[in-house]
T-cell receptor, first 110, second 114 residues
Framework: EDQVTQSPEALRLQEGESSSLNCSYT??????LFWYRQDPGKGPEFLFT???AGEEKEKERLKATLTKKESFLHITAPKPEDSATYLC???????????FGKGTKLTVNP | DAGVTQSPTHLIKTRGQHVTLRCSPI?????VSWYQQVLGQGPQFIFQ???????GRGNFPDRFSARQFPNYSSELNVNALLLGDSALYLC?????????????FGDGTRLSIL
């Protein structure tokens, strides 16, 4: 069964149009939730780690939040260079194995 | 500082052949993990190695194997290649195997099976 589900699969925004990406998870014993950005032909680039419900992290136009069942990646006033696939992953129990969702492909039009 | 480096960047093989992919972790990182990413999907965990020992294995057939060397670099080997093995193979490193610190990825090896 899916442990990490991301929505929407794809999102098109106009430059400056703020929105949020969702990552819901069903794992028990969450150790950490990780957000990555992946550009075409490249490996995932680390953005944030969240460890407990209520935690928030910010970096430039991005803000990640975590509840007991889901995480949101908020994008404020996006620019075309924010276009990429955003991946969410979790670790659980005593393992460092990352379990990824399928990603959200974000396109920001100028 | 150099990030995770992988070689080769691209590889074309035929069914039945074997392949060796290489990974050098970030300096000071002792844990290396391998992931397979097929088009349109998130990466799937294959192996984790720490201090030359296997610490985790994903749901992949025995045709997949890996090892880690004393300098913490790693190799992923795949035997008897199938068309379905075509994918981007990613290597990730982290400082150790228990701290839950973020893993940092290389840009992968794109493997195409004809």
């Amino acid at each position: 069964e899916d442990q990490v589900t991301q929505s929407p699969e794809a999102l098109r925004l106009q430059e400056g149009e703020s929105s949020s990406l969702n990552c819901s998870y069903t794992v028990s014993g969450l150790r950490g939730l990780f957000w990555y950005r992946q550009d075409p032909g490249k490996g995932p680039e680390f953005l944030f780690t969240l460890y407990s419900a209520g935690e928030e992290k910010e970096k430039e136009r991005l803000k990640a939040t975590l509840t007991k069942k889901e995480s949101f990646l908020h994008i404020t006033a996006p620019k075309p260079e924010d276009s990429a696939t955003y991946l969410c992953a979790v670790t659980q129990g005593g393992s460092e194995k990352l379990v990824f969702g399928k990603g959200t492909k974000l396109t920001v039009n100028p | 500082d150099a990030g995770v480096t992988q070689s080769p960047t691209h590889l074309i093989k035929t069914r039945g052949q074997h392949v060796t992919l290489r990974c050098s972790p970030i300096s000071g990182h002792k844990s290396v993990s391998w992931y397979q990413q097929v088009l349109g999907q998130g990466p799937q965990f294959i192996f984790q190695y720490y201090e030359k020992e296997e610490r985790g294995r994903g749901n992949f057939p025995d045709r997949f194997s890996a090892r880690q060397f004393p300098n913490y670099s790693s190799e992923l080997n795949v035997n008897a290649l199938l068309l379905g093995d075509s994918a981007l193979y990613l290597c990730a490193s982290s400082p150790d195997s228990r701290s839950n610190q973020p893993q940092h990825f290389g840009d992968g090896t794109r493997l195409s099976i004809l």
